[in-house]
């Protein structure tokens, strides 16, 4: 009986994390439609404005890259979401396989594993968890290295647009 109230608490947390991922998934999607929205804005702006004015095209530049760095970061918290997701279907299945084993009659039950078999296998689950964790490391390391080349590449292009503007702008004046 204390295996099943177990259960049952386990059970209560898988339905709330579910919860909370359910409605983590619903704030991505109204964001994503905000991008979409803006993009679509973006899109009929560039299409309206014909006119080529260079700061106007300087500003719907800007503007599209804020559009495209908000997407890339919607695309990187949906996939975590979705790996989230994955986790708590594997943790239901889990849950589900130990309650169906629970209700077999006791003759049918396996038998519990001995302690070396738990060490052993605890063991195993670090030595996954560790390279899971120093996987999430390398990437959030080359996130950083993106960003501060995306940041360098920025600076390199403002500095050669106010050499560009400012040696266009040089003309007497009479």
Do not use: F
């Amino acid at each position: 009986m204390p295996r099943k109230r177990e259960l049952a608490k386990e059970q209560s947390l898988t339905d709330l994390e579910q919860a909370l991922g359910d409605r983590e998934q619903l704030i991505g999607d109204r964001e994503q439609s905000r991008i979409d929205q803006e993009q679509v804005s973006q899109d009929h702006e560039r299409g309206d404005g014909a006119i080529g004015d260079e700061r106007q095209e300087r500003v719907l530049g800007d503007s599209q890259a804020r559009i495209d760095r908000e997407q890339v970061t919607r695309d990187v918290r949906q996939e975590a979401l979705d790996h989230a997701q994955e986790g708590r279907d594997v943790q239901q299945v889990a849950l589900d396989e130990t309650r169906a084993m629970l209700e077999l009659p006791t003759a049918e039950q396996p038998e519990s594993a001995d302690a070396s078999t738990i060490q052993r296998e605890a063991l195993e689950r670090a030595r996954a968890a560790r390279e899971r964790a120093e996987a999430a490391l390398i990437r959030a390391h080359a996130a950083l290295v993106r960003a501060e080349a995306a940041e360098v590449r920025a600076r390199n292009l403002n500095m050669d647009q106010s050499r560009s503007g400012s040696s266009g702008s040089k003309t007497p004046e009479v």
